[in-house]
Nanobody
Framework: QVQLVESGGGLVQPGGSLRLSCAAS????????MGWYRQAPGKQRELFAI???????NYADSVKGRFTISRDNAKNTVYLQANSLKPEDTAVYYC?????????????WGQGTQVTVSS
């Protein structure tokens, strides 16, 4: 079982920044992709940033230009730099990893970390 642990959430004022971390128990070599999801109260979980095994990144329009996903291979950790935060960014943020082999597709989730953007 691959374990993911998020950290770095908290309370921040509008316009501020946070840096979230997701540490994986598996090496990046064994993971095909990692991503960040978020779920606001009463809404569906939203995928907003992904990074592939080759380093390619993609972002949802809602965060493009403000959020950056990156990784540190030595630490088996993926990061989210979230800038220019807005109240609508308030949500529980989840790290996700996907591993694909001939037996199927396996998805792993972190426990989530709360991000609150408020004055």
């Amino acid at each position: 079982q691959v374990q993911l642990v998020e950290s770095g959430g908290g309370l921040v004022q509008p316009g501020g920044s946070l840096r979230l971390s997701c540490a994986a128990s598996a090496t990046f070599f064994s993971l095909d992709a990692m991503g960040w999801y978020r779920q606001a109260p009463g809404k569906q979980r939203e995928l907003f940033a992904i990074i592939g095994s080759g380093g390619t990144t993609n972002y949802a329009d809602s965060v493009k230009g403000r959020f950056t996903i990156s990784r540190d291979n030595a630490k088996n950790t993926v990061y989210l730099q979230a800038n220019s935060l807005k109240p609508e960014d308030t949500a529980v943020y989840y790290c996700n990893a996907v591993r694909i082999n001939r037996c199927g597709t396996y998805t792993y989730w972190g426990q989530g970390t709360q991000v609150t953007v408020s004055s």
